[in-house]
C-alpha cells in the first residue's frame, strides 16, 4: 500500500514537472496578476514542485497539510490555474431563520424600541440586537444586522426618497479623467466642500424604512431655529474651514469659496480644486474644476 502511494505521488511529480516548460511564463502573469496572500501561495506551491522539491518538502515549506496540497495539484493538472485559484464560498450559516428575520423584519417597521422595555423611540442596531436577544437568546453583531437590513429592501432614511444607486462606469471614468486633468504640487490643493445644518430640535422622523419610499410624517419644521454651516475640508492636508449662515443659498455657498480663495492665495497657492455635491444650493451639478489663481 505504501508503495502505491509513493508511487502516485512520484507520477503526479512527473506529471507536474512536464507542465513546466509551457506554463512557466503563464505563471509569471498569474502571479503578477493575483496578488493575494493565498492565491500567490498556490502558485508558489507549483512552482515549487517544477524547481525540484518532494511534495513533502513543499507541504514543510508553504506550512500546508498534505491533502490539501494534493488539491490544489489537482486542481491545476485538471483546470489549469484558474481551477486551482478558484475558491469556493461556503454558505453562511444563519443564526436567524428565514422566520424569525421576517419577524425582525415587521417589527422594525410597525414597533418602537418602547414596547419592548427600552426607552427609545428610534431604533438602532443594537436596540434591534437586545430585542433579539430578548425573544431567542440569541447574539448577533451590528455589521450582520446591517447586511440583513440591505437583503430585507430597508434603509436608514427621513422621510425623503432614496437615492439612485451609483454608476461604477461613471465614477471610473470620473477618477481617470481627475488624475489625468489635476496637477499636484506644493501649490495646489484639492478641497472638498459640502453644507450641512444644525437645529435646535432633532428631526424625529428618521427611522427604518423600505427604500425608495416617502413615508408621510408630519414635522414642525416652522418652529424650529436652523443654523446652516459651510464645511471646507483640504483633502491632502487636512485643514478644515467652516463658516456658519443663517441662511443656505447658492449666494451663500459662492461667497465662502471665494473666502476660502484667497485664504490659500495669501498661502501661496496657484490651483485649487472644489469637490462639490449636487446640492439645490448649487443650481446645477457641479463637476471638479482645476484652474490657476
Not at 109 to 115: A, G, I, R, Y
Not at 142 to 152: G, H, I, P, T
Not at 161 to 184: M, S, V, W
Not at 249 to 269: D, H, N, P, R
Request: glycine residues 4%; contains cysteine; proline residues 3%.
Amino acid at each position: 500500500m505504501v508503495k502505491l502511494v509513493m508511487g502516485g505521488l512520484i507520477i503526479r511529480s512527473l506529471r507536474l514537472r512536464e507542465h513546466a516548460p509551457h506554463d512557466r511564463e503563464i505563471w509569471k502573469q498569474y502571479y503578477y496578476a493575483h496578488q493575494k496572500h493565498w492565491q500567490r501561495r498556490r502558485l508558489l506551491a507549483v512552482k515549487a514542485v517544477w524547481d525540484g522539491l518532494s511534495l513533502a518538502e513543499v507541504s514543510l515549506q508553504h506550512h500546508v497539510r498534505p491533502q490539501t496540497l494534493s488539491d490544489w495539484l489537482n486542481s491545476y493538472l485538471h483546470g489549469g490555474f484558474d481551477a486551482m485559484l478558484s475558491r469556493h464560498e461556503t454558505p453562511r450559516k444563519q443564526r436567524l431563520s428565514p422566520q424569525r428575520q421576517r419577524v425582525v423584519r415587521f417589527i422594525l417597521l410597525h414597533k418602537q424600541p418602547v414596547d419592548y422595555g427600552i426607552d427609545s423611540y428610534q431604533w438602532t442596531a443594537n436596540s434591534i440586537k437586545e430585542v433579539i436577544f430578548q425573544k431567542w437568546d440569541i447574539t448577533i453583531s451590528a455589521a450582520r444586522l446591517y447586511q440583513l437590513f440591505d437583503e430585507w429592501g430597508l434603509s436608514f432614511q427621513k422621510a425623503h426618497r432614496d437615492y439612485d444607486p451609483t454608476n461604477a462606469l461613471e465614477q471610473a471614468e470620473f477618477i481617470g479623467e481627475f488624475k489625468k486633468n489635476r496637477a499636484c504640487d506644493e501649490h495646489s490643493a484639492l478641497i472638498a466642500f459640502d453644507e450641512f445644518a444644525l437645529q435646535s430640535v432633532p428631526y424625529t422622523h428618521y427611522a427604518w424604512a423600505e427604500k425608495n419610499t416617502k413615508p408621510t410624517i408630519e414635522s414642525d419644521k416652522k418652529h424650529r431655529e436652523k443654523l446652516n454651516g459651510f464645511l471646507a475640508v483640504d483633502v491632502t492636508r487636512g485643514d478644515t474651514h467652516v463658516e456658519f449662515n443663517k441662511h443656505s443659498t447658492t449666494a451663500e455657498s459662492v461667497f465662502v469659496i471665494v473666502l476660502i480663495i484667497l485664504i490659500y492665495m495669501q498661502k501661496g497657492f496657484t490651483n485649487l480644486t472644489f469637490l462639490l455635491d449636487n446640492a439645490i444650493v448649487t443650481a446645477q451639478k457641479w463637476k471638479p474644476m482645476c484652474r490657476g489663481y
